[in-house]
Structure formats: structure tokens, C-alpha cells
T-cell receptor, first 114, second 111 residues
């Protein structure tokens, strides 16, 4: 039980589809993150939100569009993806930003783009 | 850009063996994290440390700041310890909340 939930757990979509990933944290944290984990690569940070404000966009293509309506919810909107975008997408949260705060991860969404 | 190197990449052990996974990094850090990722993807934070040693059950994590090196030890290993173990660091300075990850060490413990 991590306190961070993600839906869906698995998603298969075509390159012309539009879909959204959802993340919810029940820990009262102020910071939320999206990570991408591709096969045989380290986790890559995509976006960071703190108190609903985006503080980091790590040169992510515009076909990935994040949304943070409140501190408990984070979405990743997907459109016109490419097959190389197939990966595990992980959401995480932490009490606040800063190296001394532990990050809590969700179970991930396994995305396959066909 | 900080680089985090882990060794070994893959490790197979017999149940009951003592296991060590190593992590080296190249710049100043504010904290080092050890994470566990089971098949299926979910990641669990095992330790966060900035100095010395921490112990939780059969797991021990140590860090040597001067040598920029950390180790994760598992005593009396069990098949349920089979997972990918990931080292990550938060660096000092701008963007210091960001984690930089190693590629992970895949551990298989055989009964």
C-alpha cells in the first residue's frame, strides 16, 4: 500500500488516439512527479509540480501534456504518440520539494503505442 | 550531469547468501536513495541516507561521502528479495529536488 494510485495499470493505444493517465496521492503531499521508464534505461524525470504549479519540464515533447488540478491529483494527457513512447509511466509524490524528502511511487501505467 | 553507476547489473544468489550491491556517483549530493522495483513495476523506497549507515530488517545501507560510494547489503537472502534495486541521488544546488537514477541491479535469489 503506497498511498499513490495510478490508473489505468495497462494501456494500449494507437498513434492517433488521445488518452489520459491519472495519478492520485492520499498522503497529503505537496509535490508530485511524472517519470518515464523505458526498457534498459534509468528512470527519467518528465514533470514536477509543487503546490499545483509546474516547476520542471525536462524537455518533454508536447505530445505529453500534464495537468495538476490540485495537490492530490496529477494527469498526463497523451496525444499522437510514437511507438518509442511505449514505456512504464510512474507517478510519485513527496511532502515537499528538496533532497531530504522521500518520494513515494505509484504502481505505474504500462503504455504500449501501436 | 551527475552519473550514477551501479554494480553488478545482474546478480544471481542462492537463498541464504549475503548480497552486496554497489553504487557510485560523481558529484556532491544531499541524499542517496535505495529503491526496490518488483516485477510489474511498482517502486518502493527502502532507504534515504546522507551519511553513515541505516538498517531495516535484513537490509543494510551504507554510504561513504568522501569516496562517493554506497552499498546495499541483504543478509540471509530469500527468493522474495528478487527484484531490481535502484540507486538514486539528489544533488546539491539548482534542481536539487530531482532524483538522478542508476540503471538498477537485477537480483534473482534461487531457492
Amino acid at each position: 500500500e503506497t498511498g499513490v494510485t495510478q490508473t489505468p495499470r495497462h494501456l494500449v493505444m494507437g498513434m492517433t488516439n488521445k488518452k489520459s493517465l491519472k495519478c492520485e496521492q492520499h498522503l497529503g503531499h505537496n509535490a508530485m512527479y511524472w517519470y518515464k521508464q523505458s526498457a534498459k534505461k534509468p528512470l527519467e524525470l518528465m514533470f514536477v509540480y509543487n503546490f499545483k504549479e509546474q516547476t520542471e519540464n525536462n524537455s518533454v515533447p508536447s505530445r505529453f501534456s500534464p495537468e495538476c488540478p490540485n495537490s492530490s491529483h496529477l494527469f498526463l494527457h497523451l496525444h499522437t504518440l510514437q511507438p518509442e513512447d511505449s514505456a512504464l509511466y510512474l507517478c510519485a509524490s513527496s511532502q515537499d520539494l528538496g533532497g531530504s524528502y522521500e518520494q513515494y511511487f505509484g504502481p505505474g501505467t504500462r503504455l504500449t503505442v501501436t | 550531469k551527475n552519473e550514477v553507476e551501479q554494480s553488478p547489473q545482474n546478480l544471481t544468489a542462492q537463498e541464504g547468501e549475503f548480497i552486496t550491491i554497489n553504487c557510485s556517483y560523481s558529484v556532491g549530493i544531499s541524499a542517496l536513495h535505495w529503491l526496490q522495483q518488483h516485477p510489474g513495476g511498482g517502486i518502493v523506497s527502502l532507504f534515504m541516507l546522507s551519511s553513515g549507515k541505516k538498517k531495516h530488517g535484513r537490509l543494510i545501507a551504507t554510504i561513504n561521502i568522501q569516496e562517493k560510494h554506497s552499498s546495499l547489503h541483504i543478509t540471509a537472502s530469500h527468493p522474495r528479495d528478487s527484484a531490481v534495486y535502484i540507486c538514486a541521488v539528489t544533488t546539491v544546488g539548482a534542481g536539487s529536488y530531482q532524483l538522478t537514477f542508476g540503471k538498477g541491479t537485477k537480483l534473482s535469489v534461487i531457492p
